[in-house]
């Protein structure tokens, strides 16, 4: 333990008192004291910090630093809900529920589970869910919960999966429910139900008429699985163009099976070229000629079209032209829509990004400049999907050379600001911080200078 971090963060004016309380709970830099770890999470209440007035009401819920109460840790999960944080609103229906602090009031624990669900709370949509299944505070609905808990697992929430698998052919129903009220997701399952008899006998032909309808509603999955039904024959006469054309629109969507039958397709055709002399000269100087797919994600970006490529006669250097992304970068665009985009939206997007971001990595590469500048914005006919962009300062994840740190000051891991060297770790991190700024709306650190002070609060704990 370093003694001289301690007595940094005590005197450090600048550092946050919910930041003091966080180091201090978890032993971040300093020795762990619960008591202190209290006291400075009650002062950022005191100055209205809702991450701070959340953390009082767990310390007085569990006795951390100060004695139990579950009245005061009830009133603090109450603050924080009239705060529009949904952790807090999740809280508040839990204590509701099960009268901790508060007398129990099932109708309001399921008002409360419900809004936190609404703004993307994990737990909450599960919650909604059990008390739809159960009859908690409103009427039992097992549809409905079983799109609650359908909406939990595919945010990985581990007892909203078990839920949707306990009863295949019971989910099979409420998928075929939802895609009759045209839920594009609901279509997609029924149809995936059909192709492999899930629940349902199966159907290869419905199969591919509730893909092709997934794929109309522009679902990504099911413009990909059209394309492998075409290919293979699946529930529809085989046609190899058709096949194609549906597995290209799912690659410019980022669909990474759709770009690898893409990639495919022309390493199959003998004698392959691009058609320009460039493109292929570059595929050469990349050293991806060979067409592995994952290496080839770099030059295609694994997104954006390429519409043509030019080079500098003096410098021969090359620039090619990309399809033009109609909503900026994402930076820009938090700051005109964050008010519009719901929670849903804000996880699909972050999905996005990570799909884009693991075939980076997969194809052993390091970003090196990952920030929200660098994420580019689509709208497509029913949705808008992002895209990672800007490769210029990319690497293998093997180049261990270091020199001078390049970047943008609050996505710069901790490790990178130390010693300056970039892993896909630290393209990780910053996408840690992306997360942050989708939830929040607020460019990280805001109202820090991006200089040396920040760099050293960061590499001494404090994140955004």
């Keep these: 333990m370093n003694y001289n971090n301690s007595i940094y963060h005590e005197n450090s004016a600048n550092l946050d008192s919910y930041d003091l309380g966080y180091n201090y709970q978890r032993d971040i830099g300093v020795e762990k004291d619960e008591r202190k770890a209290f006291i400075y999470y009650q002062k950022s209440a ?6 701070g007035i959340f953390q009082v009401g767990y310390c007085y819920r569990n006795g951390t630093g100060i004695e139990k109460d579950e009245h005061k840790a009830f ?72 799109i609650y808990y359908q909406k939990s697992s595919e945010l990985w929430h581990a007892k909203g999966h078990s839920k949707v698998e306990k009863d ?9 429910k939802s895609a009759d009220m045209d839920d594009v997701r ?34 990504v999955d099911g413009i990909y699985n059209v394309g492998r039904c075409y290919e293979n024959g699946i529930g529809v006469e085989k046609d190899i163009v058709k096949a194609f054309g549906y597995y290209q629109k799912s690659s410019y969507m980022g669909h990474i099976d759709g770009i690898r039958q893409l990639i495919d397709s022309y390493v199959t055709s003998q004698g392959w070229t691009s058609g320009n002399m460039d493109i292929d000269e570059l595929m050469i100087v990349l050293g991806i000629f060979n067409f592995n797919p994952l290496n080839m994600m770099r030059l295609k970006g694994c997104s954006l079209e ?25 930076r820009e665009f938090l700051k005109s829509e964050f008010t519009k985009l719901n929670w849903e939206e804000k996880l699909w997007h972050l999905l996005d990004i990570s799909k884009d971001l693991a075939r980076i990595h997969e194809a052993e590469y390091i970003h090196g400049d990952f920030h929200s500048g660098n994420i580019l914005l689509h ?30 000051m609050p996505y710069i891991a901790p490790e990178v600001l130390i010693d300056g060297n970039f892993t896909q770790a630290a393209d990780i991190y910053g996408f840690g911080v992306i997360m942050a700024e989708m939830s929040t709306g607020e460019r990280p650190y805001d109202g820090y200078l991006f200089d040396k002070e920040l760099a050293i609060k960061i590499c001494r704990g404090l994140r955004p």
Excluded: P, W
């Excluded at 005191?46 to 991450?51: T, Y």
């Excluded at 295949?168 to 075929?176: D, L, N, P, S």
């Excluded at 519409?307 to 994402?330: D, S, W």
């Design 46 to 51: 005191e100055i209205g910090d809702v991450n």
């Design 75 to 146: 009133i603090y999960y109450q603050k924080c809900s009239e705060m529009g944080d949904a952790l807090g609103m999740r809280n508040v229906g839990y204590c509701y529920q099960h009268g901790i602090g508060v007398e129990k009031n099932e109708q309001k624990a399921f008002i409360y589970y419900q809004k936190s669900a609404e703004m993307g709370n994990i737990d909450g949509i599960y919650q909604t869910g059990y008390c739809y299944q159960n009859g908690i505070g409103v009427e039992k609905d097992e549809h409905k919960a079983f």
């Design 168 to 176: 295949e052919h019971k989910a099979f129903i409420y998928f075929q």
């Design 186 to 219: 609901g279509t997609y399952q029924v149809a995936y139900c059909y192709n492999y008899g899930i629940g349902v006998e199966k159907n290869i032909k419905k199969a591919f008429e509730y893909y092709q309808k997934s794929a109309d509603m522009e679902y």
């Design 306 to 330: 390429i519409y043509g490529l030019t080079q500098n006669t003096e410098t021969k250097e090359f620039m090619m032209v990309f399809q033009y992304a109609n909503k900026g970068n994402l």
């Design 379 to 408: 709208q497509y006919i029913s949705n808008i999907k992002c895209y990672i962009a800007d490769l210029g300062l990319s690497r293998k994840k093997n180049d261990f050379s270091k020199g001078n740190i390049y970047g943008v």
